[in-house]
């Protein structure tokens, strides 16, 4: 399977505590991408991490991506109550458009 | 800037009708995907155009769906006849594509069921 699976398949932690979320993944990647989806909402991208860089940042969120593992994590920093929402990994693999999703997590933040 | 733009919202038919989906992508972008998303299956490529040409329809899961891109700033997705099954919420998403993958903009969907 292309589809990168997502770890674990839920989270719930209490508000201002750090969440990790975990994708890994079969194929070969040439990007690694990260979306969030609110309840009864599309799905937004959050960061996109290429299959030569280790580590990205972007404000509260910090993704890691190891090709030699086949894994990638998302952590979020002091979570918030509107952090609540699923999360997806997708999977660049080619020179094409297409990008295979995972199945998501879903992230319960606390207040 | 507006996002991608989905219509309906929502639609509940019978089955055995017609069910046209509609989506309008962001201005400047030339690649277009359809997906559904259901709790079992969770979200599935059903078609990509690219430049308004269909690349890839794969995921079409059988005859009764079909997708038109007439031009870049409208597509559709019928589905006849419809059936139960079918009962999911439809997204559509866009990108600026230079070939590599690039981030995907999603509408707020289409929300079907199928009685």
């Known amino acids: 399977s292309q589809q990168g699976e997502e770890d674990p398949q839920a989270l719930s932690i209490q508000e201002g505590e750090n969440a990790t979320m975990n994708c890994s993944y079969k194929t070969s990647i040439n990007n690694l991408q990260w979306y969030r989806q609110n309840s009864g909402r599309g799905l937004v991208h959050l960061i996109l991490?290429?299959?030569?860089?280790r580590e990205k940042h972007s404000g509260r969120l910090r993704v890691t991506l190891d090709t030699s593992k086949k894994s990638s994590s998302l952590l979020i920093t002091a979570s918030r109550a509107a952090d609540t929402a699923s999360y997806f990994c997708a999977l660049g693999t080619g020179a094409n458009s297409k990008l295979t999703f995972g199945k998501g997590i879903t992230l319960s933040v606390r207040p | 800037d507006a996002g991608v733009i989905q219509s309906p919202r929502h639609e509940v038919t019978e089955m055995g009708q017609e069910v046209t989906l509609r989506c309008k992508p962001i201005s400047g972008h030339n690649s277009l995907f359809w997906y559904r998303q259901t709790m079992m299956r969770g979200l599935e490529l059903l078609i990509y155009?690219?430049?308004?040409?269909?690349?890839?329809d794969s995921g079409m899961p059988e005859d009764r769906f079909s997708a038109k891109m007439p031009n870049a700033s409208f597509s559709t997705l019928k589905i006849q006849p419809s059936e139960p099954r079918d009962s999911a919420v439809y997204f559509c998403?866009?990108?600026?594509?230079?070939?590599?993958?690039?981030?995907?903009?999603f509408g707020d969907g289409t929300r079907l069921s199928i009685l």
């Open positions: 998403a866009s990108s600026y594509t230079g070939g590599n993958n690039q981030p995907q903009h």
């Open positions: 155009f690219n430049n308004n040409v269909p690349i890839d």
């Open positions: 991490i290429r299959s030569n860089e």
